[in-house]
């Protein structure tokens, strides 16, 4: 059978979209691949179709809760029913179960980077013949992994304990050193790489220049009010995100939510799938919301507050028009904002003292570490917990000093402080250098898709129309007047999906 006859026996769509086929083919050609499609582009294709082919099990590393969830929840309303997921999202007696299962009568198994970290997890996937290793959302690999989620450095080493099945990565947004971060943290010899254009041309970008966070606050309200929907605004802020939806709220913008990390996964996988159903308009949220997940008819993206990189900002507003409609970008800047993000970025690692103090309590405390990992470092966490991601970040680095000096010890305290800082230091400036970057690309007279696309190294070769408010940007086309504002939702929901939404709105009562 052919790959164009296996589409269509398996899925609804008659074509591939552009790239998919060569990535697929490869994949069935038992190599490695490192497969860059933009956002919206069928990535997930790219594993789904060779499944059907492959002997074995297909193992998705998955980066957010949120995202695993929504993808399993599409296999399933597709007709897939075997798909599972192991996260942490699973009761104790729903793991012991899972763990005594056969799992290799599974076609896909989702899994979220920390539990392939947990030891019974890695001897339980040791068990089955694993026929494809994907990691989607590659370009977090690098994001995060040089920062907090050290499980991801991991990765390559957890893929060699399971025999080493062909491997893919996906991603919407990686620049080269992103491609290379990936190809070493994934242990990939020599991998096939499919670079797809990242530029969305049905996307059009704005750039807006405002005085004060007040106008801001306006210019939000008078937007969401005119512009076709759905739509998402994206805040640095926690407070930010709520303070404004509720602003929305007061002013007569009923169908819309606020989403960061600080609510409770529950009730964020709830508001996630009201968004998806099309119970809700408009998400006021932090970056916490989106990644990866799949809702076609979004129109709008609005940036209250600018990411510090252009990878993130193209993420970002890659969640529009995911079904090819006419949608637009528009970024809000004002100069009171110059701050945060730098102070996003200074506090994204520990500081020096930070760094100092705790070097010194664990020696303290242990005399000679030779494996960071032994320790309780949970104990430590819970002096601390709003500092997770520095304890992630701490215990590799001193992980990272060990395996070159052999032991944390009295005698060794002042170069392990000094590696760490000096760490620290290199990441900060390669973060202020892609800030600079983005700042230059948000003042620049010039147009902006031509910047995204040389960010990439990539080449506008046609520019859409409409493009760019430097290229002259109407904004009527993206308007809607009056009542009927929003089209129905076009998703097909699985009856569990919906019972599992009723359940929650119970629960969060
Ligand atoms: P990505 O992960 O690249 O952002 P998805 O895999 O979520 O994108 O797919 C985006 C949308 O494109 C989905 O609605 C999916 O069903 C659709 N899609 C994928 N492949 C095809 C295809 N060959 N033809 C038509 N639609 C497709
Ligand atoms: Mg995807």
Redesign the pocket.
């Known amino acids: 059978m052919s790959l164009e006859q296996l589409?269509k026996t398996k899925?609804a769509?008659?074509?591939?979209?552009s790239g998919?086929k060569e990535i697929i083919e490869d994949v069935l050609a038992n190599k490695d691949v490192i497969a860059l499609?933009?956002?919206?582009?069928?990535?997930?294709?790219c594993y789904q179709l060779p499944a059907y082919l492959l002997e074995g099990v297909v193992l998705i590393v998955s980066p957010l809760l949120s995202l695993m969830e929504d993808q399993v929840q599409q296999l399933k309303a597709s007709g897939e029913k075997s798909v599972i997921a192991l996260n942490s999202f699973l009761s104790f007696s729903e793991k012991e179960r899972l763990l005594s299962l056969d799992l290799q009568s599974f076609k896909f198994i989702f899994i979220s980077p920390e539990m392939l970290q947990v030891e019974k997890w890695v001897r339980k996937l040791q068990t089955l013949q694993i026929a494809l290793f994907v990691v989607?959302e590659a370009h977090c690999v690098s994001q995060w992994g040089h920062d907090f989620r050290t499980d991801y450095l991991k990765l390559g080493r957890v893929k060699e304990s399971l025999g080493a099945p062909t491997s893919l990565a996906?991603t919407?947004t990686a620049t080269m050193t992103v491609i290379q971060d990936i190809q070493s943290f994934l242990d990939m010899t020599s991998p096939a790489l499919h670079i797809n254009s990242v530029d969305r041309p049905n996307i059009a970008i704005n750039v807006e220049h405002l005085t004060n966070n007040k106008e801001k606050k306006e210019r939000v309200l008078e937007l969401v009010k005119t512009l076709r929907g759905p739509g998402i605004v994206y805040f640095s802020s926690r407070s930010k995100a709520e303070e404004v939806c509720h602003h929305l709220q007061e002013n007569g913008v009923t169908r819309v939510a606020y989403y960061h990390a600080g609510l409770s996964q529950e009730l964020r996988i709830l508001i996630q799938q009201q968004y998806l159903m099309g119970q809700l308009d408009i998400i006021c949220c932090t970056s916490a919301f989106g990644m990866?997940i799949?809702k076609?008819n979004v129109r709008f993206v609005i940036h209250y507050h600018q990411p510090t990189q252009m990878e993130s900002y193209v993420q970002e507003i890659?969640r529009a028009g995911?079904?090819g409609d006419k949608s637009i970008a528009i970024l809000l800047k004002s100069m009171e904002d110059t701050m945060l993000p730098e102070f996003i970025i200074e506090n994204e690692l520990p500081d020096s003292e930070w760094v100092s103090y705790i070097v010194h309590e664990l020696v303290a405390a242990y005399r000679e570490i030779s494996d960071i990992f032994s320790i309780p470092i949970k104990e430590w966490v819970e002096k601390a917990p709003e500092m997770e991601s520095h304890w992630r970040y701490l215990s590799y680095q001193v992980d990272q000093f060990i395996q070159v000096t052999g032991k944390l010890s009295n005698a060794t305290i002042n170069p392990c402080i000094e590696a760490i800082q000096t760490h620290i230091k290199e990441r900060t400036s390669a973060k202020r250098r892609k800030l600079d970057e983005f700042n230059q690309w948000t003042s620049d007279r010039k147009c902006r898709r031509e910047g995204v696309l040389r960010y990439f190294n990539e080449e506008l070769l046609t520019a859409p129309v409409p493009c760019c408010d430097v290229c002259g940007l109407s904004m009527e086309g993206f308007e809607v007047k009056g009542e009927g504002m929003y089209e129905e939702e076009e998703a097909t929901l699985s009856w569990q999906l919906l019972l599992k939404n009723i359940f929650w709105q119970e629960v969060e009562k």
């Open positions: 589409l899925t769509f008659t074509s591939f979209k998919q499609l933009p956002t919206g582009g069928g990535k997930s294709l989607d996906l919407a990866g799949n076609s890659g995911r079904g």
